[in-house]
């Protein structure tokens, strides 16, 4: 059995000239792209998801993560966001589950998702590891039984943290980092190695991942285990190690014909972010990257989604590939249904100013220029990233005489030059 990326080699299949008209570009220039592995598109067939390229060329995508936790463990309010990711254009879903019956809402949100679906399996691996006895007590069977599972349930790309070796965990003793380790699946495995004094299994196994990979075509999402979770630790040894190890990983991903992208970087000054882009795109051949944020302070929890709003539009613009979201609870509580819709909404704005920096979607601002010349505020409303934000502030104070807002009124300085320009 061929996979996506091989297929690609021998020439333009249906989902590859399905992404071409939807992202509005050559069909050859895609299939080169998923060919080389710089272009991704997860799509795991027992789930068969809208097709959606990452990557070079490609528009920028937005991920939404979701799931439980042990103190809010109900699925309904999970599919209650889940509803307001796919309202508000997510392009992709994490399903994030740490509480409650963890299978049966990864099960019921890949029923109900259109858009591919991301996992970090490790993090139901060490649930039930904890639950038995520790986290540091996973087996190597643990470990690629609970990958296979997901894969098995159709999720389309996986989170897995391959770049921490026991030679960085030793490394990382002596890194004076103000943090250390804050990525959980991440933190799961440097434990692990310290307690147990062996290699990670997904770096010293990895040909075995790459195998159960191409079996059910998922794509591998190469995770930041040492991300930095502060501003002073930024750009240092152990994340640059991580990512050296990463680089090596993916040319055994397109080696082997396995789709892969890169995680990265966390928290990032907004002088660091575009050398972090340039850097992860050097070492890993272009592979698309996938950032959390980043991250440009430390200060602002509760507004963390602006925060990463900064930052994701900067990384988008220097060749980011994919963001993920942060909401306002980040760093604080699990997200609510507002949450999700205050964060999306910062990413994709984030995304769009990347976008247009890049040659796409400059349209949009036209149309919305020449919506506002002309006072048409249905045609305002059309275009707007969160249209019932839009029709929400515009009702205040206004009535149906006034084709202005409540802040101008007959003071409109676009009705004042209109009337005089008409003369």
């Not at 890949?110 to 991301?118: H, N, R, S, W």
């Not at 007590?137 to 943290?161: C, L, P, Q």
């Not at 995304?351 to 247009?356: E, L, R, V």
Request: aromatic fraction near 6%; glycine fraction near 10%.
């Amino acid at each position: 059995m061929t996979t996506i990326m091989e297929d690609a080699r021998k020439g333009a299949t249906p989902l590859i000239r399905a992404v071409a008209a939807k992202e509005r570009v050559d069909e050859e220039f895609v299939r080169r792209g998923v060919a080389s592995g710089r272009i991704v598109i997860p799509c795991n067939p027992r789930h068969n998801p809208v097709p959606a390229a990452i990557g070079e060329g490609m528009g920028i995508k937005v991920n939404v993560n979701l799931g439980t936790s042990r103190d809010m463990p109900g699925m309904e309010p999970e599919i209650e966001k889940l509803k307001v990711a796919l309202k508000y254009g997510a392009d992709a879903v994490m399903d994030l589950s740490t509480g409650g019956d963890v299978d049966a809402i990864r099960a019921r949100i890949l029923k109900e998702c259109p858009v591919m679906v991301g996992t970090v399996p490790i993090y139901q691996t060490g649930l039930v590891a904890a639950r038995r006895d520790a986290v540091v007590e996973m087996s190597e069977d643990d470990i690629f039984n609970g990958i296979e599972r997901h894969a098995k349930d159709g999720v389309d790309f996986m989170t897995v943290h391959c770049g921490i070796t026991k030679e960085s965990v030793e490394w990382l003793k002596t890194s004076g980092r103000t943090m250390d380790v804050v990525s959980r699946g991440g933190s799961f495995l440097t434990a692990w190695i310290l307690h147990n004094g062996e290699e990670n299994p997904l770096y010293r196994n990895f040909d075995y991942l790459l195998e159960m990979a191409r079996k059910y075509e998922f794509t591998l999402s190469l995770g930041d285990g040492f991300r930095p979770g502060c501003i002073d630790d930024a750009t240092d040894s152990a994340q640059i190690s991580e990512l050296m190890v990463l680089g090596k990983l993916v040319k055994r991903c397109r080696e082997a014909g396995v789709q892969s992208m890169v995680e990265g970087p966390g928290h990032v000054p907004l002088d660091m972010v575009e050398a972090n882009v340039a850097l992860e795109k050097s070492l890993c051949d272009g592979a698309p990257f996938y950032v959390l944020g980043p991250l440009v302070t430390d200060i602002a929890p509760g507004y963390d989604h602006i925060v990463g709003a900064v930052g994701g539009a900067v990384a988008a613009k220097a060749g980011a590939d994919f963001l993920c979201y942060l909401t306002p609870a980040e760093h604080l509580s699990l997200p609510d249904a507002d949450d999700v819709r205050e964060g999306l909404i910062a990413s994709k704005i984030a995304a769009h100013i990347g976008d247009m920096m890049r040659g796409k979607g400059r349209e949009l601002d036209t149309a919305m220029a020449k919506a506002r010349k002309a006072l048409d505020w249905e045609a305002m409303f059309k275009l707007c990233v969160d249209e019932d934000k839009a029709r929400e502030y515009r009702s205040r104070g206004c009535t149906e005489l006034n084709d202005g807002c409540s802040m101008c009124g007959d003071m409109c300085a676009i009705k004042i030059v209109d009337k005089y320009l008409k003369k």
